[in-house]
């Protein structure tokens, strides 16, 4: 590295006071080169890239409980949406910083921007410290800009222009070659020299952003004031990109008119949250990003023989996914990996090679297993800890408070969580999970069909933790200082403005989440709602969410009798606007009614009743609507076959019947295609009865072989989406009584007389399995005996 640039001179001192590390956020061999440094420097004062209001939450960098990855957040105090992330890996080299002065007893302070002004300026492009992770990770709030000013040309990725002057076409294996693979060095300010060389060079042909000018004005002036403050040894660790700008110090008047430029600095708070190894690869959207944190981190805590121990991991992993792999896997893995690295010109396997490796020998060349190390080992799921001595909200305190006493542990990997609703434990889980989801705080996302089961006394989530999340508490904090005052009144502030189906979905959200205090009002304006809103389809999206919510209602032993009177006279409502909402829809249109017809069925079958009645009124109105002056004028063949399957599928309506509907609308006088959408809505609860009633099939197949040739590649695409969706095993008996042109009725064999002797012989056993009083199954040495 030292002569990538031979003969130019590098500017790491400002001073004799002064030394400038110039590092490579989130890069391990700076972590190696700067507690090096510093162990040889001995500095009095430690300055570090980030914001200033953060110095006096450093001293917790140094208690026992506070484990990276973590983040410094910052929020504009009335607006917590606009905030930013400053994180820190165990392998940045800022943390090492950190930590080193807290074991010296020396002072340590931020040099950057305040946060104040950089949450003002809003966010900034990718940092061209090509590797930032102290720069606003990820800052989200709006601003416009420093005013005055321009931030010049696009910014540029040092590492890749190292790496291409070097005449490399990865930045990563240029870095991993010329910082990660370099032992120890006899100078520990060698590195930082060539470094600053490289950057003084770069800079030169890149000019910086005046947003960098600005900030490097500011982390001068703290220079400045940490020499007035007496301090003889200042060790100064930013990001290298800086460093040109920091080494040149200009006159005082010249920053302080830069400075001037900044807007009105906003009131902020600032803590210390949990971060993970994930959120700080790039591809999460982090400009400072890097491809393989969890890599970084094994190298940086990995003493000697860094590839052999991560081919073990790999190993460890790869069978706990059921992957055959042996120690002698490991051991030709490692090998295939150094003889790559011999073959490719590089002093040691990178990260490339150990991939290649693992691909081949432990893989056996599937990218599917390949992309699982990638996930679990190069990226990771890694989550760190902050001390409860940190700064939170109170509803921070308020989950914490509940996280422990619920047993459940905030982590990063996704891990599956299954609840049964009739123990108390688990049913305090379920309404947590239910009231962060209010909060708009997703740590836990239901799982739909994923338990066996019938009932509603079991849940099944997916958890999952996300740094954003603190940011959301932040946010939440509005409503109220614990999870259920907060839930409480964010379900009232929505209610509010909702429309009748986020209506219906709130009641639901507020049961499920326990929240007596505020279902009266979201009941009362759901009640408003419903008697104003006419549109059919608002209605039918609106009545089944309303019935999912008395099923749940009746599991957690709610008074859900307003929301009841609120159902049926939904139903009712719809029950007249139906047939006249449904009269003349296109394809897309019919398709759409016939989802909301199934749901709405359903959810009536569980109001029961007179409403069940209405309904199947509402049906056969349904299907009697014919298209007799044009498809405009009638209901669409296919709600009108659906709702002649519902009507037999309930017993109002015999296969007699249900037959002679069929051959009306399979005769010559209907439209193909209004006859294909019938015969699609008919057949879409199961075709089981066209074996069953031979006659239904034969109509079919007489329908079908007399349509002309276009007319059935026109009702092609129907018939495949009607008979794919059919049981397999229907399909394949329908499809042989065809071939074999076997349509009438099946012969049914004569009933055998009831054999009494081997009936009774059952009868214990049946009993045994229904768990009811029966005869005593006979024991082996009764038989015998007998």
């Known amino acids: 590295m030292e002569g990538l640039l031979p003969g130019r001179p590098g500017g790491l001192r400002v001073s004799a006071e002064v030394t400038l590390l110039g590092v490579r956020h989130h890069g391990p061999g700076s972590a190696r080169a700067v507690a090096a440094a510093l162990a040889a420097l001995r500095p009095d004062a430690v300055l570090i890239e980030g914001p200033p209001e953060a110095d006096e939450l450093v001293a917790l960098a140094a208690e ?36 080193h002065a807290a074991d010296a007893g020396v002072p340590v302070r931020f040099i950057d921007l305040p946060a104040g002004h950089s949450l003002t300026l809003g966010p900034r492009g990718t940092d061209p410290d090509a590797t930032s992770g102290t720069d606003g990770a990820s800052e989200q709030g709006e601003g416009s800009g420093v005013p ?20 490399y076409g990865d930045p990563e294996a240029w870095w991993e070659d010329v910082v990660e693979h370099r032992g120890p060095a006899a100078d520990p300010l060698a590195p930082f020299e060539a470094l600053a060389e490289a950057m003084t060079a770069l800079r030169e042909h890149h000019p910086a952003e005046r947003r960098d000018e600005i900030r490097e004005a500011a982390m001068r002036q703290q220079i400045r004031a940490a020499r007035r403050a007496g301090h003889r040894r200042i060790a100064v660790v930013c990001g290298a990109w800086h460093v040109p700008a920091l080494a040149a110090m200009p006159t005082v008047a010249h920053d302080r008119a830069l400075l001037a430029e900044l807007p009105k600095k906003a009131k902020t708070e600032l803590t210390w949250v949990p971060w993970t190894h994930r959120r700080l690869s790039q591809h999460t959207g982090y400009g400072a990003g890097i491809d393989s944190p969890g890599w970084y981190h094994h190298l940086f805590t990995t ?120 123990k108390d434990l688990d049913a305090e889980r379920s309404r947590l999970l239910h009231r962060l989801r209010l909060l708009g705080l997703h740590w836990g996302r239901p799982v739909r069909d994923s338990v066996n089961s019938t009932g509603t006394f079991r849940e099944t989530w997916q958890l999952a933790w996300e740094p954003e999340f603190s940011v959301r508490l932040v946010e939440a904090g509005q409503w109220g200082t614990t999870v259920r005052g907060a839930a409480t009144g964010k379900a009232i ?18 049961l499920l989440a326990a929240l007596p205090d505020a279902l009266p009002e979201v009941m009362r304006l759901l009640a408003d709602r419903a008697a104003l809103d006419t549109d059919a389809g608002h209605l039918a999206t609106a009545l089944p969410a309303l019935v999912r919510t008395l099923r749940y209602g009746d599991v957690r032993d709610t008074d859900t009798s307003a929301l009841t009177a609120v159902a049926h006279g939904l139903a009712e409502r719809l029950c007249v606007a139906l047939p006249a909402a449904s009269t003349g829809l296109d394809a897309d249109g019919a398709r759409s009614r016939r989802t909301e017809l199934d749901a709405v069925h359903q959810a009536v079958a569980l109001l029961g009743g007179d409403t069940a009645e209405r309904w199947a009124g509402t049906l056969a109105a349904l299907a009697a609507r014919e298209p007799h002056g044009g498809p405009a004028t009638g209901v669409p063949g296919l709600l ?134 029966g005869p005593r199954i006979p024991r082996q040495a009764d038989r015998r005996a007998s």
């Open 303 to 422: 003493a000697d023989r860094p590839v052999t121990r991560w081919m073990t991991k790999v190993a460890a992993l790869l069978r706990a996914e059921d992957h055959p792999v042996s120690s002698a896997h490991v051991i030709e893995a490692v090998r295939l990996a150094e003889t790559l690295a011999v073959v490719r010109g590089r002093p040691l396997p990178g990260l490339t090679e150990t991939l290649d490796a693992v691909r081949a020998v432990m893989c056996d060349g599937s990218d599917l297993a390949l992309a699982l190390v990638r996930d679990r080992l190069v990226v990771g799921d890694a989550l760190g800890e902050v001390p409860d001595s940190a700064p939170a909200v109170p509803l921070q305190r308020d989950l914490t408070r509940l996280q422990r006493s619920l047993r459940l542990k905030p982590e990063a990997a996704s891990r599956e969580l299954v609840l049964d609703l009739r």
């Open 640 to 773: 009108r076959g659906r709702a002649v399957r519902l009507l037999l599928d309930d017993g109002r309506l015999d296969a007699e019947e249900a037959g002679r509907r069929l051959g009306l609308v399979l005769s010559t006088a209907s439209e193909p295609a209004d006859a294909g959408g019938w015969v699609e809505g008919f057949l879409s609860g199961g075709g089981a009865l066209l074996l069953h009633d031979p006659t239904l099939l034969g109509l079919l197949d007489e329908w079908l072989c007399r349509v002309s040739g276009d007319t059935f590649t026109d009702l092609l695409p129907v018939l495949r989406r009607t008979f794919s969706s059919l049981e397999t095993g229907v399909r394949h008996t329908i499809g042989s009584r065809v071939a074999t042109g076997s349509l009438g009725p099946v012969a049914q064999q004569a009933d055998a007389p009831l054999d009494e002797e081997r009936a009774d012989a059952a009868t214990p056993v049946l009993a045994l399995l229904l768990g009811i009083p």
């Open 493 to 510: 502030g929505d209610a509010a403005t909702a429309e009748l189906t986020e209506l219906t979905a709130l009641a639901e959200h507020c």
């Open 64 to 99: 026992k409980d506070m484990t990276p990855p973590v983040a410094l957040l910052a929020h504009v105090a009335d607006d917590p949406a606009r905030a930013a992330f400053w994180p820190f890996a165990e392998f940045s080299p800022e943390w090492v910083a950190l930590r």
């Open 148 to 167: 005055g000013g321009t931030f010049g040309p696009a910014p540029v990725d040092p590492i890749a222009e190292l790496a291409a002057a070097a005449g």
